[in-house]
């Protein structure tokens, strides 16, 4: 079945160094999804990308999506303390169910 | 608009018992789907039911079932519990779109002991 590869697990940084997390599916995919968890949280929705080479923007946050839709990426900026939490992708191939990584756990050193 | 709610939050039960799980989606969400969530495995897809129909199921055991009622509320049962239940579930809602954003529930953590 489809698989989402997420890479690293862990990063530790420190406040102001950036970050960034990879995601590999054995499969094309029709979209991607990125979430982000708080420690003790539930996730919440960052953003969708859906066309091939697709490249968007939310404040220091950068997400990419690769010509092939078979992986992407989310590179923060400068992270901040508020940046700390686990980011998922998840990756949905036609009408099949989302399939979320395994995320990669953040923590920001102050 | 309200967020989605999952009842209970927290439920210790022991093994061999069988728990039910409800989640109430967003107004107007006629898709809601259930995830188990634990630190080895990650999110794992459970069932996605849309307009009181299982649309999708995950690789789960027979013991996992669910439903939706005609209010879009749904309920996930667990029988027969065993150990490696213990998870935080997470019910997610959707208005349905497949392509659609997936808007989480706070989750319920459940502790089988």
């Known amino acids: 079945g489809q698989q989402v590869m997420q890479i690293p697990q862990y990063q530790h940084v420190q406040e102001g160094e950036d970050f960034t997390t990879y995601c590999n599916s054995s499969?094309?995919?029709?979209?991607i999804q990125w979430y982000k968890q708080r420690p003790g949280g539930h996730p919440v929705f960052l953003i969708q990308?859906?066309?091939?080479?697709e490249v968007k923007k939310q404040k220091r946050l950068t997400f990419q999506f690769g010509e092939a839709k078979k992986n992407s990426s989310l590179h923060i900026t400068a992270t901040q303390t508020t940046d700390v939490g686990t980011y998922f992708c998840?990756?949905?191939?036609?009408?099949?169910?989302?399939?979320f990584g395994k995320g990669t756990r953040l923590s920001v050193i102050a | 608009k309200a967020g989605v709610t999952q009842t209970p939050r927290y439920l210790i039960k022991t093994r061999g018992q069988q728990v039910t799980l409800s989640c109430s989606p967003i107004?107007?969400?006629?898709?809601v789907s259930w995830y188990q969530q634990t630190p080895g495995q990650g999110l794992q897809f459970l069932f996605e039911?849309?307009?009181?129909?299982?649309?999708n199921k995950g690789n789960f055991p027979g013991r996992f079932s669910g439903r939706q009622f005609s209010n879009s509320r749904s309920e996930m049962n667990v029988s027969t519990l065993e150990l490696g239940d213990s998870a935080l579930y997470l019910c997610?809602?959707?208005?349905?779109?497949?392509?659609?954003?997936?808007?989480f529930g706070p989750g319920t953590r459940l502790l089988v002991l």
């Open positions: 998840a990756g949905r191939r036609g009408n099949t169910p989302l399939v």
């Open positions: 990308l859906v066309k091939s080479g």
């Open positions: 039911y849309f307009s009181e129909t299982q649309r």
């Open positions: 499969t094309t995919l029709s979209n």
């Open positions: 107004s107007g969400h006629r898709s």
């Open positions: 997610a809602s959707s208005t349905g779109d497949r392509q659609e954003t997936q808007y």
